[in-house]
């Protein structure tokens, strides 16, 4: 079946350093890539998203490219802020208006906490 | 804009009680979703509606777990009898069909459950 797999938290990192979550895929054939963020106390919102191969979404500092060869969807941002703590969800869907393709996929998640 | 409104936000209750969470979806969306969050198995999709019908509840834990969506501003959860196990917070999300298609999903704040 299907899978996201995300590296573990927590990432604790200091302002303004670099920041690299790993995420990888199992699935057949080619899905839509995400990531969601959920801050403290809210729900997950979209942060970007990426649909073929070599895409790259982008939002916020943030960018993650979909890599068909390694099945991985990495996020990076360069200068992190205190206000980026938050967890962070690799996400998989199949394209297509089929209803039963409606579904998301999600990583276990990886809460990243920056310090001042 | 009212995002999606979930109640109540905090929920303790004792095994064997039964659990209503509650969710209104953002007005006009025609997809609704209930997801799970817990430490051990991540974010869990439980069921999603597409104009009010349940077009999927292969992620319904078993049959003490019951959803319904009377219409299109108002689902229901219903845990009868509750368990410790079911401890978890759980989401409602909405979408349009265009937007879910694309993997775009609009999360409430969620509801924690804690049964003793």
């Known amino acids: 079946g299907n899978s996201v797999t995300q590296m573990e938290g927590p990432v604790t990192l200091s302002e303004e350093a670099f920041l690299t979550i790993n995420c990888t895929y199992t699935?057949?054939?080619?899905?839509?890539l995400f990531w969601y963020v959920q801050y403290p106390g809210e729900g997950l919102q979209l942060l970007l998203k990426a649909t073929k191969a070599d895409d790259k979404g982008s939002n916020k500092g943030f960018e993650a490219t979909y890599r068909k060869e390694t099945t991985s969807f990495h996020l990076e941002k360069g200068s992190v802020q205190v206000s980026d703590s938050a967890v962070y969800f690799c996400a998989l869907k199949y394209r297509g208006i089929k209803a039963a393709g409606n579904k998301l996929t999600f990583g276990g998640g990886t809460r990243v906490l920056v310090k001042p | 804009d009212a995002g999606v409104i979930q109640s109540p936000r905090h929920e303790v209750t004792e095994m064997g009680q039964e659990v209503t969470l509650r969710c209104k979806p953002i007005?006009?969306?025609?997809?609704l979703f209930w997801y799970r969050q817990t430490m051990m198995r991540g974010l869990e999709l439980l069921i999603y509606f597409n104009n009010n019908v349940p077009i999927d509840d292969s992620g319904m834990p078993e049959d003490r777990f019951s959803a319904k969506m009377p219409n299109a501003s108002f689902s229901t959860l219903k845990i009868q009898p509750s368990e410790p196990r079911d401890s978890a917070v759980y989401f409602c999300?909405?979408?349009?069909?265009?937007?879910?298609?694309?993997?775009?999903?609009?999360f409430g704040e969620g509801s924690r459950l804690t049964v003793l």
């Open positions: 699935a057949t054939g080619y899905p839509s």
């Open positions: 007005s006009g969306h025609d997809y």
């Open positions: 999300a909405s979408s349009l069909v265009r937007l879910a298609n694309t993997g775009e999903l609009f």
